[in-house]
């Protein structure tokens, strides 16, 4: 007789270490990105070439938070996440003493392993806390987000006081540090005593067990997607639209940027106390009419307005996804958070690049609005009440 487990009503240390190592990882992750001008200089880059570099630790980052949701779920948030962060030290360190483009590409590669933070602290957090209050905590744990602005803002400063090989010195200390907190102050939630531990195989096969998984992949392509690429584009767009300083445009795209990040906290806690649908219809209806309207002559606070608006509702609903992931596989939900944390890193690595062309090719943005408003009604495809209740229904029996 299987002994049973009552589910635990939080854990506040966890939540609160959980939420400190995410942004470290984070910031390690986006790195490359304020120093990729210095290091054009530096090695006599084409632009391929920063592309690649830029891309390598984003993509790597990205696709094996699947693997990295199975570990945990199988071997458990504080020994995955402590291993990570270690691991993530070495290369980020070694790149202090790089001195050519491929060896600094190979550093990349390997602590781009860090991006996989997120899929780690998803279920960790989540199993220490009950259905009704998964949600806010979910939404705490992911304002880590602001690990990238740490990247933005602090590496240019540095570079300017001690040049950018000392830069990856200075951002590896913190995760060799973390790491051994993690390891000797995080802890799991308890399980059953005799529970059968779960293979690799079994893990897999929730993949395979409900289409709901891949109306959430859809959706956080959307909405972390969208936090990437208006991230990346904003700036430009204010200075070629309203003949804006550089200066400006980026501490505008800043606000745009923190306020998606702590939106989250808001959707969290907005999906534990109303459904999850319901939330995700009426925020794709605001992005969609934002960008609709975007295509016309509007006056720059007009535009900063809606662009706001818009950047809550995308962290709103970056907060509901995973409060739903939790809430439909909660035996899964590294598995699942992997898979679908993984959907929004391609959303955040190949919608600016398909933006960007667009705007090359056609001299205006008014193109990108509209393909992203198709991405929007796409995912708003999905949202239909009958199928969400026959794939929630099949996730329940599964689960």
Known sequence: ?????????????????????????????ALFSPLAAYLKVEFNLSSTSV????????????????????????????RVFSILLLFGFFPMFIASFAHSYSFLLICGFFFGMVGTSFAIGIPQVSQWYPKEKQGLALGIYGVGNIGSAVATFGAPLLVESIGWHKVFMVYSIPLLIMAFVYWFFSEDAPKPANAKPPTFSDKLKV?????????????????????????????????????????????????FVFATTFARILGGYMGDRIPGRRILVVLSLVILS???????????????????????????????????????????????????????????????????????????????FIFVSLVCLLSLSFMEEKTIAKMHKKAVNVT
């Open 207 to 255: 993949y395979k067990s409900s289409n709901l998984i891949w109306v959430f992949c859809l959706f956080y392509f959307m909405t972390f997607g969208f936090f990437v690429s208006f991230s990346l584009w904003l700036p430009s767009y204010l200075r070629d639209f309203y003949r804006i300083t550089p200066v400006k445009a980026g501490s505008l795209t800043a606000i």
């Open 290 to 368: 934002i960008l609709i309207f975007l295509n016309l002559n509007v006056s720059l606070m007009t535009s900063l307005t809606v662009f706001y608006i818009m950047g809550v509702c995308l962290g709103i609903g970056n907060g509901v996804i995973f409060k739903l992931v939790a809430e439909y596989f909660p035996k899964d939900t590294g598995t699942v958070g992997g898979m679908v944390g993984a959907a929004g890193g391609l959303g955040g690595f190949f919608l600016p690049i398909i933006l960007g062309t667009l705007r090359d090719y056609t001299n205006n943005y008014s193109l990108g």
């Open 51 to 78: 592309g690649l570099l830029l891309a390598t630790p984003v993509l790597l980052g990205s696709i094996a938070r699947v693997p990295i949701g199975v570990l945990t779920d199988k071997f458990g948030g504080r």
């Open 1 to 29: 007789m299987n002994e049973s487990v009552q589910t635990p009503n939080g854990n506040t240390k966890v939540l609160m270490l959980a939420t400190l190592a995410f942004p470290l990882g984070f910031a390690g992750w």
